[in-house]
C-alpha cells in the first residue's frame, strides 16, 4: 500500500470490447478471430490476436461453453484405489483429452455404490461432455445410472454387460499367447501356471490363450501344473512349493501377475532352482516396480493401459462429436523382456517344427 494509505484501484480484466479498440476493430471482428470464424484476413486475425495477448485478455470459458453447447470437461470415475492400473490409464487419458483442450474431474467411487451416484449426480450438473469409467478388473459391472441425458460414456479396463455401451479392455487371451509362447522359444515344454481367482474373467482368459499356444504346438497343461489363488506374493510363493513338491521337473512357469510371480522366484530361489536356467518365469502387467527389480528381473506382459487410455479419450471425443460406438474391444498387450526367461527375443515366431514331445 502507498505511503499516502490510499490503495490503488483495482484494475478490472480486460474485455472484448478493449481488444477491438486496442486492434482498430469492430467487437464482432475481435471475437471471430479470437473463435477462428468468420472470413477475416490473416493479418486483421493476428492483429487482434496479438492484442489480446498484450492485454492478457482471457475469454469467457461459461459464454464459450454456451456458444458451443459444449464444456470441454470430462469425468473419471475409478474404483482403483491403489491407482495400480488408474495411473498409466489416466495418463493415456490426459494426453490425448490435454491434446483437445479439455479438463478432467477426476473422483474415486471407492466401490460405493450411493458415493457413485452422488458423484454422477455432480458431474451431469456440471454437464460435462462425456465420462471415462475406468476400473480394475474386466468382469461385468452394473453401467452408471445417467438418466435421460445420453451422456457418452466409455468403459476402460471396465465392462458392462449393455451392448449399446462400449468397453475397453486388454485382449488377456493374446496377453497369455504372448507369455506362453516366448517360454516355448526359450526351449521350455513342462510349462506350470500359478494365476489368480478362477471367478475372475481375466484369469480364465490368460489361461485360455496359454492353453491355445501350448494345443497349437500339441502341448497341454496338465491340471496338476495349474494353481489358482490370490493376487499376492504369498500365495505364489507357496503355490510353488506345492507345485515343485508334485512335480520337481517343470521347467517354466506363467504367473497371472507381477505380484505373483514375485512370491513364485522367492520359492524358486529358496529350492535351490535357477532362474531362468533351470525355470523360467514370465508375468503379467509389467508393474515396472516390481518386475524391474525382481531377482532377476521379470519378464512380463504389458497390457499397454497408456494405450488403452488413449483409445478411450480418442472413442469419448468421436462420441462427443456425434459418432455411435458400441462393444466389447479388447487391445493387444505386449512383452517386455528381461532376464527372468532368457534373452529370447520377443517378436520372434515359434512353429509346431520347434517342439519336441513333452
Not at 478432467?104 to 458415493?115: A, H, I, K, T, W
Not at 451431469?124 to 461432455?129: E, R, S, T
Amino acid at each position: 500500500m502507498p505511503a499516502d494509505g490510499i490503495a490503488p484501484p483495482r484494475r478490472t480484466p480486460p474485455t472484448i470490447r478493449d481488444v477491438a479498440l486496442a486492434a482498430g476493430v469492430t467487437v464482432g471482428t475481435a471475437s471471430k478471430a479470437l473463435n477462428g470464424r468468420g472470413q477475416l484476413r490473416p493479418q486483421t486475425r493476428e492483429r487482434v490476436r496479438a492484442a489480446a495477448d498484450r492485454l492478457e485478455f482471457r475469454p469467457n470459458d461459461l459464454v464459450r461453453s454456451l456458444q458451443r453447447g459444449r464444456t470441454f470437461t470430462v469425468g473419471l470415475l475409478t474404483n482403483d484405489s491403489f491407482g495400480r492400473f488408474t495411473m498409466p490409464l489416466l495418463a493415456g487419458i490426459e494426453d490425448a483429452l490435454g491434446a483437445a483442450e479439455i479438463l478432467v474431474f477426476l473422483s474415486n467411487l471407492r466401490d460405493d455404490p450411493e458415493r457413485e451416484a452422488i458423484v454422477v449426480a455432480s458431474l451431469l450438473a456440471k454437464q460435462v461432455d462425456g465420462l471415462i469409467v475406468m476400473g480394475r478388473r474386466s468382469d461385468p459391472r452394473p453401467p452408471l445410472a445417467v438418466g435421460r441425458s445420453h451422456l457418452p460414456i466409455v468403459y476402460a479396463n471396465s465392462r458392462v454387460t449393455d451392448p449399446a455401451a462400449l468397453s475397453l479392455l486388454p485382449d488377456d487371451a493374446q496377453g497369455g499367447r504372448l507369455a506362453t509362447v516366448q517360454l516355448l522359444r526359450a526351449g521350455r515344454r513342462r510349462l506350470a501356471h500359478v494365476t489368480g481367482p478362477a471367478h475372475w474373467e481375466s484369469v480364465r482368459h490368460r489361461h485360455d490363450g496359454m492353453a491355445a499356444a501350448l494345443a497349437a504346438l500339441g502341448l497341454d497343461l496338465p491340471e496338476h501344473r495349474l494353481f489358482r489363488g490370490a493376487w499376492t506374493e504369498a500365495w505364489g510363493h507357496d503355490a510353488v512349493n506345492r507345485l515343485l513338491d508334485a512335480d520337481p521337473t517343470v521347467d517354466a512357469l506363467f504367473c497371472g501377475s507381477d505380484l505373483i510371480a514375485r512370491g513364485a522366484l522367492d520359492a524358486l530361489r529358496e529350492r535351490g532352482r535357477r532362474v531362468p536356467d533351470d525355470v523360467a518365469v514370465v508375468g503379467f502387467d509389467n508393474w515396472e516396480i516390481l518386475a524391474a527389480a525382481a531377482r532377476p528381473p521379470l519378464t512380463t506382459v504389458d497390457m499397454n493401459l497408456h494405450d488403452l487410455g488413449r483409445e478411450a479419450a480418442r472413442c469419448l471425443l468421436a462420441m462427443v462429436a456425434g459418432e455411435r460406438i458400441a462393444g466389447v474391444r479388447r487391445l493387444p498387450c505386449s512383452l517386455v523382456v528381461r532376464a527372468s526367461c532368457g534373452a529370447v527375443a520377443a517378436d520372434a515366431a515359434v512353429s509346431p517344427r520347434d517342439a519336441p514331445p513333452a
